[in-house]
């Protein structure tokens, strides 16, 4: 029997319809988004319900896991490393900021027109999940999730740049929070008015992903997922047959991140390599910190992005960063002269700001965003005929390529994958992610971009090598 959220009181559960924002499925079904935050199921599966395999324990994985969980699925979830804060060791999704942010985020990288055009449906779908878990007092404590100003600063007003001028007229009219556009946001800050001389500011989430991503991975777990610790090589359409068997499933989920690179053979998956100085946050070195203050990227390609990005979190810790370097993935030590570089930016532009003051135990967060040149991607595996003369379609999803956007985009990708399972399980015929006719808006925020992004072949074959290597131990350890 499928319960209600009214049989809860605060716990509750979510079921966001596709259509929340408007349907983009690539199969006539829309499934609805559900999320509950009982430990055991919304639905109870039966002994005949779908047994899915997702493959990857960040945000992306563990937010399809939970839908399907709560949907009536059976899962497994088999990775080379689970969230946990115990040994150190992290993966990008709890190294993320992380800011909930309207695509494209401030980091750059975005490449695709239709891609933006559905992570900006998928981005709203994500922000009602998260500003429901904010409002929610008891969820807003146990995943660290909280809604604050998030304000963005712009060197010319957003009226005389066309590229900042749609982005911020889709916020306004997208549904989130609190959106207000005015130039005198610098003054409460200090920030210098004749460099920043236009703002606007938003009711965003912000979440402390360490905690958020335990969290998520004990509530998947306590719903009945098998957990499974393991590395996978090589591509996953070759061996699905054995998988399939083996973990007794009916359909795989790739949610490996960067291991898409080997599992889905992408060679347009790349690591896009970025830092954030975590700063305590308590009112004493400076005056505390509450607001979420930012500046894009303007740069754009396959090129290093520069970004102002200081993001509190809930534990008195500021995150100050940032920058995005794609193809690079050696690991920067604390005092990295970029890491410094990257501190005194900040400084510069929030007067008071001392980065000097970092928390002990864990002073930098550093890590690989999985980037893609043609940005995320959620689509079956197109393999057709499949290898050793299998008959029928694949039935694997692959859901990757996040880059920046990871958390932003989780409960949207996570319905999307849901809908994909459905189709590879009717066993329909797999098509490309969906090509709906993007809006104007994407079309042109996309145009200038597309000028400058080279294609996968200009990655040198010894990066790419070091890219397999670095595969092999997706996780950073921390600093
Ligand atoms: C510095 C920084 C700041 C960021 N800030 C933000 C932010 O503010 N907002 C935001 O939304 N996003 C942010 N991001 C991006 C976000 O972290 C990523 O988009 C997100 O973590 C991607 O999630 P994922 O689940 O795809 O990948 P991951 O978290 O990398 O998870 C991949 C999973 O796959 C497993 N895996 C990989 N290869 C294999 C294999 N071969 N076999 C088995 N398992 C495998 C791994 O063990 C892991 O469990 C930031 C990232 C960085 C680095």
Redesign the pocket.
């Known amino acids: 029997m499928q319960r209600t959220a009214s049989n809860y009181g605060y716990l509750g559960s979510l079921m966001i319809p596709e259509s929340l924002p408007p349907s983009f499925g690539i199969v006539s079904e829309s499934p609805e988004l559900h999320i509950d935050f009982n430990r055991d199921p919304l639905i109870a599966p039966t002994h005949d319900s779908p047994h899915i395999l997702i ?8 937010s399809a896991a939970w839908t399907l969980l709560d949907s009536g699925y059976k899962v497994t979830v ?6 946990d804060r115990v040994n150190g060791d992290r ?11 309207y695509p494209p ?1 401030v ?1 750059g990288h975005t490449s695709d027109v239709e891609a933006l055009e559905i992570a900006k449906r998928w981005a709203m779908v994500s922000y009602h999940v998260f500003k429901y878990m904010a409002a929610t007092p008891y969820l807003s404590d146990e995943y660290a999730v909280v809604m604050r100003d998030a304000i963005f600063f712009f060197e010319k007003p957003v009226n005389e740049d066309a590229k900042h001028l749609r982005k911020m007229r889709e916020i306004e009219r997208s549904g989130v929070s609190g959106f207000l556009h005015d130039k005198n946001l610098t003054h409460p800050f200090g920030i210098d008015n004749s460099k920043y001389v236009d703002a606007y500011k938003l009711r965003s989430p912000m ?1 402390d ?1 360490d905690v958020a991503l335990t969290k998520i991975t004990k509530l998947v777990k306590s719903k009945g997922a098998q957990f499974i610790t ?4 090589g591509k996953l359409v070759d061996q699905e047959a054995d998988l399939l068997q083996k973990y007794s499933t009916d359909a795989i989920v790739n ?6 690179w ?2 889905a053979g992408d060679e347009n998956v790349y690591p ?5 100085i975590r700063v305590v946050n308590n009112n004493q070195h400076f005056k505390k910190v509450t607001t979420a203050l930012a500046v894009s990227a303007e740069a754009e390609g396959n090129i290093e992005t520069k970004f102002i ?1 200081i ?1 509190p979190r809930g534990d008195g810790i500021l995150y100050t ?2 920058f995005s370097e794609p193809d690079k993935t050696d690991k920067l030590v604390e005092d990295d002269p970029k890491i410094e570089e990257m501190a005194k930016d900040d400084e510069r532009f929030l007067p008071g700001l001392d980065t000097s003051h970092r928390d002990p135990a864990y002073p930098v ?6 980037a893609r040149h043609g940005d995320v991607l959620c689509q079956r595996e197109l393999t057709y005929p499949l290898p050793g003369g299998r008959k029928g379609y694949s039935r694997i999803v692959h ?12 409960f949207g990708s996570a319905l999307e994958v849901k809908t994909l399972i459905n189709s590879a399980l009717a066993g329909e015929v797999p098509e490309p992610m969906h090509k709906q006719a993007p809006s104007a808006i994407s079309r042109e925020q996309v145009a200038d971009l597309k000028m400058l992004a080279p294609t996968r072949g200009e990655v040198g074959r010894a990066q790419v090598q070091v890219l397999a290597l670095l ?2 131990n ?2 950073y350890r921390v600093m």
Do not use: K
């Open positions: 493959i990857g324990a960040g945000i992306v994985g563990m088999l990775a080379s490393h689970f969230a993966l990008t999704s709890q190294i993320a900021g992380a800011l909930w942010e985020a980091c979440i992903t393991l590395t996978l090589t949610a490996t991140g960067l291991g898409s080997e599992l896009l390599r970025g830092a954030m990005f993001v960063g940032g967060a550093q890590g690989l965003r999985p859901c990757y390529g996040h880059a920046g956007s990871g958390w932003s985009l989780s595969l092999l997706s996780v």
